[in-house]
């Protein structure tokens, strides 16, 4: 039977409740092939699960999940195949992450004006060593009995556009593909159907991405269809994964259900193996005038 590949995977690094060692053996047991570690501006999971995925045998591609903003609105840039070692790359993540501290003190700061006295330390125990975010606020809350449940955290106070949401001191998007493809990696729009509108994802293509996450647990069968019909007009990769967080939300059994097929891996190696060295390029080439169809159609 053909293999199977789940490329959207976090832990601990990032908000993801697993190990990297975790995260590959329930890959394993779930029967996939490939798997992708894509945690939130950082790569510390990757060289522990490629270790462990090669003595189990599960291939594990180097992954990072960026954010960026698009004309105020988050858009999630997946970065795979990339060189995870690469200094500049990580030279960038390092100051993502630290602009995520700046953030998460900022939240707190904002929840504790409201009244909620939830103590930063309490953050900071949740994130570990991983690159913080909103999940580790909603966890302490949840922990300490400051909200019942963890999306009500985010219904009340820290989801976008409510009164203790901060935004991401965040990059563009086509910076989030540059950035990848100074590494040598391939970028792809992360999860479409959760907050991008048509004409953003004109946009995306048009800042050089190399493909489109169409399978994902917020894309119903008509997102999917819809997606991978672009993606082939514009002969862009397609790739998904379940975006696994390994929460209390999503058991470990959820690792395995939202996945895509080995050849879509095998089309994006042949991609890394086709196109020019990118380092030190600007993403996209100049001097191409856009296509007809959906990129020229509407006024964007
Ligand atoms: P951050 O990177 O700090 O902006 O946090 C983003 C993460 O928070 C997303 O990847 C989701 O896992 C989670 N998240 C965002 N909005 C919600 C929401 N309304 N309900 C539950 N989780 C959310
Ligand atoms: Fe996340
Ligand atoms: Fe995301
Ligand atoms: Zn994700």
New binding site residues.
């Given amino acids: 039977m053909e293999g199977r590949a789940d490329l959207h995977i ?1 832990t601990t690094h ?2 993801g409740a697993y190990s990297a060692r975790a995260i590959v053996g329930h890959a394993r047991r779930a029967g996939l092939t490939t798997i992708s570690i894509t945690d ?1 501006d950082s790569t510390g999971a990757i060289d522990e699960a490629i270790a462990v995925g090669r003595a189990c045998g599960v291939a594990v591609i180097p992954g990072v ?1 960026l ?1 960026a903003s698009l004309d105020g609105q ?1 858009v ?1 840039i997946l970065g795979y195949f990339l060189d995870h070692t690469h200094d500049g790359v990580q030279a960038h993540l390092q100051v993502l992450r630290r602009e ?1 501290l700046r ?2 003190e900022r939240i707190v700061g904002r929840l504790n004006d409201l009244n909620v006295p939830l103590p930063f330390e309490a953050v900071l125990d949740q994130a570990g060593h991983g690159s ?7 966890h302490a809350m949840l922990e300490l009995g400051l909200t019942q449940t ?2 009500e ?3 009340k106070y ?3 556009g409510r009164p203790a949401y901060e935004r ?1 001191a965040k990059m563009t998007p086509r910076e989030a593909v540059a950035l990848i493809a100074m590494a040598g990696g391939l970028s792809f729009i992360a999860h479409p159907g959760a907050s991008v509108t048509d004409d953003m994802l004109k946009t995306l293509i048009s800042d050089g991405v190399d493909g489109i996450e169409t399978v994902h647990p917020c894309h119903p069968p008509e997102r999917e269809a819809f997606y991978a019909g672009i993606a082939a007009e514009y002969f862009l990769l397609t790739s998904g994964g379940s ?1 696994f ?1 390994g929460t209390k939300k999503h058991g470990p059994v959820y690792l395995g259900t939202s996945t895509i097929p080995e050849p879509w891996v095998a089309a994006m190696r042949r991609r890394l193996f086709d196109r020019p060295q990118v380092r030190g390029l600007d993403f996209p080439p100049t001097g191409i005038p856009p296509a007809a169809g959906f990129l020229g159609s509407g006024t964007a």
């Fill in positions: 976090h990032s908000d939130h999940e954010s988050d999630h995520r953030r998460a913080i975010g909103r999940p580790h606020i909603a963890y999306h955290a985010f219904l820290i989801g976008s991401h975006d967080h």
